[in-house]
């Protein structure tokens, strides 16, 4: 596929974060999970970078450390019980925070009147469900998703991993969102196309895949692509047992831990 797609490298980041810590480590022996419901297992996270107008809207205390020689995907893991949003800055991470006013401010700014009207001009319609599963608890994206988009929407850039079920999997998606709202998302979700090599899967006896989705500002017009393991540099062998390649599920090998930071957000 077209890497240039990965292009971003806090999406790229959380794309291969998501693969690795959501789905081999919390979620790979479970089954089918309905559209929308919350998968309390999952480590979702909030980042905002380069966007103009933040400080007046945050009240507590911030600091930031670099990136650059940081395990931050520990580091995501370790806050995962801790609501807030990380933003970024010229190659560092702050701590959590909470942006006060921030999404209401933004949507007057750009004459947005309600959350529906947002959901409906920065997002397409199946971005809460694929339609696989059940209704959903609520039509109505989450706080998160709103700081997501806002920062987008003000000049810079908001990344999310969500927590809901998509795909007919238990994982959520990953999303980006510049100036015209949703521009990436990736989720995983089992391939019912043409044959793949069986290390191409991320999990061969399912046949899952990634499926990246890109849009444009008009967000019922899209491009889809199937996204394999050596798309985002992973070797599933490293995080399946041997057997699985051969249509058994055993117990999961324990993850390698390496720091894959050095270079990113500089």
């Known amino acids: 596929m077209n890497l240039t797609l990965f292009d971003d490298e806090v999406f790229r980041f959380l794309c291969r974060f998501t693969v690795r810590e959501n789905f081999y480590r919390r979620t790979l022996k479970e089954g089918v999970h309905f559209e929308g419901v919350e998968n309390q297992k999952l480590v979702g996270c909030l980042i905002v970078r380069d966007v103009p107008i933040l400080n007046r809207h945050i009240k507590q205390g911030i600091s930031f450390h ?46 947005i009147t309600s959350i529906e009207q947002l959901q409906q001009k920065c997002l397409p319609e199946d971005f809460l469900s694929s339609g696989t599963a059940v209704a959903l608890e609520t039509p109505i994206i989450g706080g998160r998703t709103q700081v997501a988009i806002a920062a987008g929407l003000c000049g810079g850039r908001g990344y999310l991993i969500k927590q809901s079920a998509y795909g007919g999997l238990p994982v959520g998606k990953v999303c980006m969102f510049p100036r015209n709202g949703l521009e990436r998302e990736l989720f995983i979700m089992r391939n019912e196309g043409a044959a793949i ?37 992973i070797d599933p062998q490293k995080y399946l047992p041997s057997s699985s390649l051969f249509s058994s599920m055993l117990e999961i090998i324990p993850m390698i831990k390496t720091n894959v930071t050095q270079s990113l957000f500089r």
């Open 197 to 233: 090599k069986d290390n191409e899967y991320f999990e061969p006896r399912r046949r899952i895949v990634g499926v990246l989705r890109t849009y444009g500002p008009i967000k019922r017009e899209r491009q889809e692509y199937i996204v394999l393991a050596s798309d985002l540099d």
């Open 66 to 111: 670099a990136i650059r020689g940081m395990d931050l995907a520990k580091r995501l893991c370790d806050d995962a019980h801790m609501d807030g949003a990380y933003i970024i800055e010229k190659g560092m991470l702050s701590n959590k925070v909470f942006m006060q006013n921030f999404v209401s401010d933004v949507m007057r700014y750009r004459a």
